[in-house]
């Protein structure tokens, strides 16, 4: 089954822990990227990847790492997680130039 | 800038009825696709319909079909026979195909009742 795959779903953290999220995409997708959804502003491009070892910002960037070092896998690394990190993250795949977007489940990340 | 607008922020609709939900967007590229996604409580996202900007036809996925109106840069949703199921987060998307990006509005909250 074509699918993007995150874990965890719920996370809470204490402010400064590092903590990673990860996804993986069993479609050989080339771009993968990472969103954050806030109540009254959408979805959000935090990170994007268009290949192994391409990687580049989005529109929030700030507070966050990412890696792409083998094509199905694209983690997120929060290094000292804040409050205002408190939010839902999705990540997502597709094919370059290709119009469909696979989404992940969703982690919903609280920092305490 | 591109950026999309969904100018309603909640919407709700009887069983059975008809609701169209709004968007708009702005972008100087030729070359792009607009979406619908739904999100139910469950925080999947689920692809609802799409519309590549060179077809002048409406894009229709059985009860869901939009109004694409490239001149105005509008893409509205209609969801006909509404059903419970249908209670949802909508958002509109778009994506160029010079970069890739999907860019998503900030969402319509649909209620569905009985």
């Known amino acids: 089954e074509a699918q993007v795959t995150q874990n965890p779903r719920y996370l809470i953290t204490v402010t400064g822990k590092k903590l990673t999220v990860t996804c993986s995409q069993n479609?050989?997708?080339?771009?993968m990227s990472w969103y954050r959804q806030d109540p009254g502003l959408g979805l959000r491009q935090i990170y994007y990847?268009?290949?192994?070892?391409?990687?580049d910002k989005g529109d929030v960037p700030e507070g966050y790492k990412v890696s792409r070092k083998e094509k199905r896998n694209f983690p997120l690394i929060l290094e000292s997680p804040s409050p205002n990190q408190t939010s839902l993250y999705f990540c997502?795949?597709?094919?370059?130039?290709?119009?469909?977007?696979?989404f992940g489940q969703g982690t919903r990340l609280t920092v305490v | 800038a591109q950026t999309v607008t969904q100018s309603q922020p909640e919407m709700s609709v009887q069983e059975a009825e008809t609701v169209t939900l709004s968007c708009t967007y702005d972008t100087s590229e030729s070359n792009y696709y607009l979406f619908w996604y739904k999100q139910p409580p469950s925080r999947q996202m689920i692809l609802v319909i799409r519309?590549?900007?060179?077809?002048?036809q409406n894009a229709t996925e059985n009860r869901f079909s939009v109004n694409f109106q490239k001149a105005a840069k509008s893409f509205s949703l209609k969801i006909s026979d509404s059903q419970l199921g249908d209670t949802a987060m909508y958002f509109c998307?778009?994506?160029?195909?010079?970069?890739?990006?999907?860019?998503f509005g900030t969402g319509t909250r649909l209620q569905v009742f009985p």
């Open positions: 998307a778009f994506m160029t195909g010079n970069t890739d990006k999907l860019i």
């Open positions: 997502a795949s597709h094919e370059l130039g290709a119009s469909e977007a696979f």
């Open positions: 519309q590549e900007a060179y077809k002048q």
């Open positions: 990847s268009m290949n192994v070892e391409v990687t």
């Open positions: 479609m050989n997708h080339e771009y």
